[in-house]
């Protein structure tokens, strides 16, 4: 079975502050990893994601991931933070292959409130 | 990217009654998924819903309770029946677009259901 953890669910920061958002996730199998952001009031969109090749994944808004298979994390990054990047960021995998593909297993979300 | 609309955006309902949520996509797309969001939780994914065949569901959610229609490739319903308070979440479909690679996830901006 397949489970992803984000190991804060609240992160206050700066503005122009770095951040990290961590995730980790235990799978039998290889997976495809995901990064979505929810602002308030709006579906889901995505950040970024990794499927195969360099693990420094970059995606839109400045951010970018990194994925480490020995540690089995995807933390995801920003070197410089604006207020407009408050929301709730989650993790989530995805199983190649199998009956399974396509169906995402997401953390819990963890709310990034960046103050000025 | 694939535009997806839902309706009703929210609606707070009584007990025992049903309610159909509706799940619009501007291109026609083989996979679609909905999703539930409970207060403070992660999403979950409900069923899978590909035109012309009867829904998957995951472990925990059954047809009775949450039946699905998927008429043609753009289009699908969610029905929550005979609900409860449990019931109140925020409900997500979400697309694969094919067109844009491998496992590109769309969702759509979520129905938020108050049981009473």
């Known amino acids: 079975a397949q489970s992803v953890t984000q190991l804060d669910s609240q992160v206050p920061v700066f503005e122009e502050a770095p951040v990290e958002l961590r995730c980790n996730y235990s799978?039998?199998?290889?997976?495809?990893l995901f990064w979505y952001v929810q602002y308030p009031n709006q579906g889901l969109q995505l950040l970024l994601k990794?499927?195969?090749?360099?693990?420094l994944v970059k995606g839109i808004n400045g951010f970018e991931a990194e994925f480490n298979k020995s540690q089995t994390s995807f933390h995801l990054r920003k070197p410089s933070v604006h207020i407009s990047d408050t929301a709730e960021y989650f993790c989530?995998?995805?199983?190649?292959?199998?009956?399974?593909?396509?169906?995402?297993?997401f953390g819990r979300g963890t709310q990034l409130t960046v103050w000025p | 990217s694939a535009v997806i609309s839902q309706k009703p955006s929210r609606d707070i309902c009584q007990r025992g009654t049903s309610l159909t949520i509706q799940c619009q996509v501007d291109?026609?797309?083989?996979?679609m998924f909905w999703y539930r969001q409970q207060p403070g939780q992660s999403l979950t994914l409900i069923a899978t819903?590909?035109?012309?065949?009867?829904?998957?569901?995951e472990s925990g959610f059954v047809i009775d309770k949450f039946p699905i229609s998927r008429p043609n490739l753009t289009f699908s319903t969610l029905t929550v029946s005979n609900m409860s308070p449990e019931d109140s979440s925020i409900y997500l479909c979400?697309?694969?677009?094919?067109?844009?690679?491998?496992?590109?996830?769309?969702f759509g901006p979520g129905t938020r259901l108050t049981v009473t």
């Open positions: 979400s697309v694969e677009d094919e067109g844009q690679g491998p496992l590109e996830q769309y």
């Open positions: 799978s039998s199998v290889s997976v495809y």
């Open positions: 990794y499927l195969s090749g360099s693990t």
């Open positions: 989530a995998v995805s199983v190649l292959g199998g009956s399974t593909l396509g169906r995402l297993y």
């Open positions: 291109s026609q797309v083989t996979m």
């Open positions: 819903a590909n035109q012309g065949s009867e829904a998957t569901y």
